[in-house]
């Protein structure tokens, strides 16, 4: 019973992150670029509590990070194979710069990691905000262009 509802749930989660992304066919591109929403969906919990939009809680801003954390120790193994597809938005500098493109994801490792453990009141959101998109911004700009 458990197992027929975890697949049901499971697949209802692939179906709208398909959704999500229309068009793609290739699964390993699917797979980054979900991971990258996740990483996104995961900012936007910390950017509305940071506007007051919606409550502070620590534990949740905590988790946010350690979220992103570990999705960015995932993401040299979801890039690590040149994969492509009409509608990704990966540079192929990527691959010709695969230490350095590790490093930016470990820099945004660092500074997730470090803020799981440091949110703690209303105002350290702004400045995680900014350290954690500065992370972002030093990646895609120059390995992701967007369409
Ligand atoms: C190490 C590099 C790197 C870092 C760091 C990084 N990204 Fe990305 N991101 C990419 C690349 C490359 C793509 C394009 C992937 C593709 O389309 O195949 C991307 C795509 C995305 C997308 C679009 C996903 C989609 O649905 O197509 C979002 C949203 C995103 N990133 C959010 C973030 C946020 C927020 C951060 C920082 C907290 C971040 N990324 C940090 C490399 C990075």
Request: net charge positive; aromatic share 6%.
């Amino acid at each position: 019973m458990k197992n027929i509802f975890f697949s049901t749930a499971l697949a209802l989660l692939v179906a709208s992150a398909a959704l999500a992304h229309n068009g793609v066919k290739n699964a390993a591109v699917m797979t980054r670029m979900n991971a990258m929403s996740g990483i996104g969906a995961e900012m936007k919990t910390l950017g509305k509590m940071a506007k007051g939009a919606a409550a502070f809680d620590a534990n949740t801003a905590k988790t946010a990070a350690a979220v992103i954390a570990k999705h960015a120790a995932n993401t040299p193994a979801l890039f690590e194979a040149q994969e492509d597809d009409p509608k990704s938005e990966a540079t192929a500098m990527i691959w010709t710069n695969f230490a350095d493109f590790t490093e930016k994801a470990a820099a945004m490792e660092t500074v997730a990691l470090g803020l799981s453990k440091s949110i703690s009141t209303p105002d350290d959101l702004g400045a995680a905000l900014k350290a954690l998109g500065d992370t972002c911004k030093a990646c895609h700009t120059g390995y992701r262009q967007k369409r």
